[in-house]
T-cell receptor, first 110, second 116 residues
Framework: GEDVEQSLFLSVREGDSSVINCTYTDSSSTYLYWYKQEPGAGLQLLTYIFSNMDMKQDQRLTVLLNKKDKHLSLRIADTQTGDSAIYFCAESIENNDMRFGAGTRLTVKP | GAVVSQHPSWVICKSGTSVKIECRSL??????MFWYRQFPKQSLMLMATSNEGSKATYEQGVEKDKFLINHASLTLSTLTVTSAHPEDSSFYIC????????????FGQGTRLTVV
């Protein structure tokens, strides 16, 4: 089947930028999402991008979409210790079902 | 990685009947399971959080008498949609976590419910 893939780990220093990458294989994806999961909690929607967009910015978050390469990235500017969490990318395909990546564990060091 | 199995993958039922969806963690003990619902062309909505052996915590606006959640063991949680109506048609997905040092979430494959 189609897969959504992410690197499993990312470690950055406080104040640096974090870039979390995701690749997907289904070209019929309509929406792509970034979710954050903090310890013991459920998913929190951070942002999403429609497939006909290249970029979306929301405060410290920047989402870049390269539809040709089926590559999605989430950049967190001025990363803080509170940003330490697991970040999931997900795609929503034509029949509206969602598929998730395995999650990227972001560790922010002081 | 850990596997979460959700069953059934899809179900069609008549209006007024009840449907049970199972979420099983196959190779780890899930201390907490989450149930989500996705409305068409929208992202996931958290419905409830269930901890093994205790009552589920429902999000605001989710009817607990309509969406019954049972988490009787560390490997199984069930969501029962009671007296289903067409507006309950949706994609339901569970995720399970183990409250260890790191709390990765593992997702089921989802259940497409269609109420006719």
């Amino acid at each position: 089947g189609e897969d959504v893939e992410q690197s499993l780990f990312l470690s950055v220093r406080e104040g640096d930028s974090s870039v979390i990458n995701c690749t997907y294989t289904d070209s019929s994806s309509t929406y792509l999402y970034w979710y954050k999961q903090e310890p013991g909690a459920g998913l929190q929607l951070l942002t999403y991008i429609f497939s006909n967009m290249d970029m979306k910015q929301d405060q410290r978050l920047t989402v870049l979409l390269n539809k040709k390469d089926k590559h999605l990235s989430l950049r967190i500017a001025d990363t803080q210790t509170g940003d330490s969490a697991i970040y999931f990318c997900a795609e929503s395909i034509e029949n509206n079902d969602m598929r998730f990546g395995a999650g990227t564990r972001l560790t922010v060091k002081p | 990685g850990a596997v979460v199995s959700q069953h059934p993958s899809w179900v069609i039922c008549k209006s007024g009947t009840s449907v049970k969806i199972e979420c099983r963690s196959l190779d780890f003990q899930a201390t907490t399971m989450f149930w989500y619902r996705q409305f068409p062309k929208q992202s996931l909505m958290l419905m409830a959080t269930s901890n093994e052996g205790s009552k589920a915590t429902y999000e605001q606006g989710v009817e607990k008498d309509k969406f019954l959640i049972n988490h009787a063991s560390l490997t199984l949680s069930t969501l029962t949609v009671t007296s289903a109506h067409p507006e309950d048609s949706s994609f339901y997905i569970c995720s399970a976590i183990y409250l260890g040092q790191w709390t990765e979430a593992f997702f089921g494959q989802g259940t497409r419910l269609t109420v006719v």
